[in-house]
């Protein structure tokens, strides 16, 4: 059965940074799709923020572009989401799927609070 996993999420002043982290199981998922994090705030649609094709193409939302970062950590075999100059508009539950659009069920997802 195909499972992601989100972790990472936590509270954030503005200004600061995260790093999320998508891992697989089975991980071959990862060489097979283009992966994507998205992310979902209170009473808003899910929207995609950010993917990376298997050779490291990267496409990203333009309320995060220049602050956010998607790449494969390879010693972790994970998707990760570096997320810089964070701000309150940023607070939401984050996923990772297949993208653009989600072919696998959806993870627990993981809650990315930006308050002071």
């Known amino acids: 059965q195909v499972q992601l996993v989100e972790s990472g999420g936590g509270l954030v002043q503005p200004g600061g940074s995260l790093r999320l982290s998508c891992a697989a199981s089975p991980s071959k998922i990862f060489s097979i799709y283009v992966m994507g994090w998205y992310r979902q705030a209170p009473g808003k649609q899910r929207e995609l923020v950010a993917s990376i094709t298997n050779s490291g193409g990267t496409i990203y939302a333009d309320s995060v572009k220049g602050r956010f970062t998607i790449f494969r950590d390879n010693a972790k075999n994970t998707y990760d989401l570096q997320m810089n100059t964070v701000n309150p508009e940023d607070t939401a539950v984050y996923y990772c799927?297949?993208?653009?659009?989600?072919?696998?069920?959806w993870g627990q997802g993981t809650q990315v609070t930006v308050s002071s």
């Open positions: 799927n297949t993208a653009p659009r989600n072919l696998l069920p």
